[in-house]
């Protein structure tokens, strides 16, 4: 039995293909696919993790969402972002409702610089919020809120919320609140699982569905890619050109009579891709499982597999077997 009982669904194993690689199971819902014997391959990337504040959960989500634009990937995107939940205000340091984020990137100072330019333009510019750290234990501290202080012009002034240094930047709202540190710590990036589907409809519905168990079941994790789902997977450097990363051909259904290495099946003419990153390996792990087994159980999702690289990109294996409790 793959999985465990305290989760919506569960896989059971009926089979291995030898040939194929890949064990046969059977979902909850009674639906038969194959799961490939292969693993994720995830790497550390600089994580920060800013707790939003607002009046309204409305607002903090609303902060929340456009602090985490354009950070699907660093492929192209200046960091890796996205929502992780929202928070009561019994657990905020001001008492009001509260959106958790994460920002990825590979060095500290790029991730100093895309926290500053994140809060400073898309938290502060927001109505009635804060920014508070939401890694406190970290033994790393970037000034973010000391620099953004400067945007007061002299009118700043310090203060204190729950025990927290803060600065008060005066703002034609009134005040914006922010942290004088941020801790930061290394985290996981990259786990990952692919979707290979009968049609579009199926895979669209699998990858919402593992997106749906995620978001409920597991937490210290983000997904980001738009509604946590990519449809456009790449794979290191490029055939033909000098590009850092191109299109994952292997996976791409309309190629797989014109390349010799295809990994689509016949039968799967869509695949989806569901990245996750999130604050520690255990925790990816966690997420990928709840993720899998949801899209697992649609009807006409064929096989499920994950990328990777053969281990020389990322330190860190999430083999799909162990990840659901072989």
Request: aromatic residues 6%.
């Amino acid at each position: 039995m793959l999985g465990n009982e305290t989760t919506a669904s569960h896989l059971e194993v009926v089979g291995y293909d030898e040939k194929d690689r890949a064990f046969v199971v059977k979902s909850s819902s009674g639906h038969v696919l194959k799961i490939s014997d292969t693993f994720a391959e995830m790497f550390p990337m600089w994580c920060g993790r800013v707790l939003i504040t607002a009046d309204s959960e409305k607002w903090a989500l609303t902060a929340a969402a456009t602090a985490t634009g354009l950070g699907t990937s660093v492929i192209m995107s200046p960091a890796e972002a996205g929502i992780e939940g929202t928070v009561s205000g019994g657990e905020t340091p001001d008492g009001r409702a509260g959106a958790l984020v994460q920002v990825y990137n590979r060095s500290r100072f790029d991730l100093k610089a895309q926290m500053i330019l994140r809060i400073g333009q898309c938290v502060m510019t927001c109505p009635t919020t804060a920014a508070f750290d939401a890694m406190r234990n970290a033994k790393r501290r970037l000034k973010v809120g000391r620099s953004l202080r400067l945007f007061g012009d002299g009118f700043q002034r310090k203060g204190i919320v729950a025990d927290r240094k803060v600065w008060k930047i005066p703002v034609m709202e009134g005040d914006f609140v922010v942290e004088d540190t941020f801790g930061v710590a290394e985290a996981v990036a990259g786990g990952n699982f692919l979707i290979l589907a009968r049609d579009k409809l199926a895979g669209l519905k699998a990858a919402e569905e593992a997106v749906k168990a995620i978001k409920a079941r597991a937490s210290d994790v983000i997904l980001p890619f738009p509604g946590g789902i990519c449809r456009s997977g790449s794979k290191v450097g490029s055939l033909k050109y000098k590009l850092k990363a191109s299109t994952n051909h292997i996976y791409c259904p309309r190629l797989r009579a014109v390349v010799s290495d295809s990994q689509v099946p016949e039968g799967v003419s869509s695949v989806y891709e569901i990245v996750v990153n999130g604050l520690t390996v255990d925790a990816v792990k966690k997420a990928m499982a709840e993720g899998l087994k949801a899209a697992a159980a649609v009807d006409g999702v064929e096989r499920i597999s994950a990328g990777n690289y053969g281990g020389k990109i990322g330190p860190y294996k999430a083999y799909l077997k162990e990840i659901l409790g072989n």
